[in-house]
């Protein structure tokens, strides 16, 4: 699905510099007003140079101020059904039920909509060459890392995943330069995290991060950074949404090892299958 304009600017927001904020903000506010302005116009109202304007719009996706034109006019004179909505208290059960799927969806393309496909496959390669990948995170992202942990140990990598902060600081003291650390974090600013990485790091082992934030410390840390993009509502947090962006990344990586590393992955899956048969009656 093409992601239309306004889901773009929502989906980089938190990726924007403070002058980029302030051009997404007078798009999102003044949609029928840009496309009747020159580039000179909208960087005069802005106080800002028209350079800016123009690498905005490459940030977001289009080749300059006047493709953004173009498609912003489509939008407006075609519209789009926005499913932007926020949850109202009065809404029933099933109403509810359709946003939250809605956000989830959003969530989904948002975050495909800005997957760098170069630190994507380097991530694959990193993982799919490593002795051993383990996963970290703290509270909601440690659930996410125990489900990256599930996935992976059916691979035939030597994979693992720990709930507690100081075990996790102990497993990431422990690896090598043939390891790989995957570490997971919304806003990638949780101190116990950034420790955790940065010990990896220190020990040779090469390091992914996962997290909404493309300059927050874990990504700077990071050797390959990967973003999930989300949107806050009142009764959601973004942090809440992002995981949704989180399991469909680490379901992409799973599978492209799983191919890249096909006959290992192929007995692998044979043995666990075997071995929950057995348990079952």
Do not use: W
């Not at 109403?95 to 956000?103: D, G, L, P, R």
């Not at 994979?159 to 600081?169: E, S």
């Amino acid at each position: 699905m093409v992601q239309n304009m306004f889901g773009k600017i929502r989906s980089y927001q938190s990726r924007f510099s403070e002058k980029e904020k302030k051009i997404a903000n007078y798009i999102l506010n003044n949609p029928e007003k840009i496309i009747h302005s020159t580039i000179n116009e909208v960087a005069d109202d802005l106080n800002v140079a028209e350079a800016t304007v123009f690498r905005f719009c490459k940030h977001i996706g289009y080749k300059g101020y006047q493709a953004m034109k173009i498609a912003l006019a489509s939008e407006i004179m075609t519209p789009i059904q926005q499913i932007y909505e926020e949850i109202n208290e009065n809404d029933d059960e099933k109403t509810i039920a359709e946003k939250v799927f809605k956000s989830n969806i959003r969530t989904l393309e948002n975050t495909f909509q800005i997957l760098d496909g170069n630190a994507f496959g380097k991530a694959v390669s990193l993982i799919a060459g490593a002795n051993r990948v383990h996963f970290y995170g703290i509270g909601g992202s440690g659930v996410i890392a125990m489900d990256a942990f599930h996935k992976f140990i059916r691979s035939g990598k030597q994979a693992f995943a720990f709930t507690d902060a100081h075990f996790q600081l102990m497993s990431a003291a422990q690896l090598t330069k043939d390891d790989v650390a995957v570490v997971i974090s919304h806003s990638g600013t949780n101190k116990d995290t950034i420790r955790i990485i940065q010990t990896a790091g220190d020990n040779g082992a090469k390091t992914i991060a996962i997290t909404g934030f493309p300059k927050s410390p874990i990504s700077q840390h990071a050797d390959v950074s990967l973003h999930t993009s989300s949107d806050e509502t009142e009764y959601r947090s973004e942090a809440l949404a992002s995981r949704i962006g989180q399991l469909s990344l680490i379901d992409a990586l799973y599978v492209n090892v799983m191919i890249a590393n096909k006959e290992k992955a192929k007995k692998s899956l044979e043995k666990v299958r075997e071995a929950i048969s057995e348990t079952r009656i």
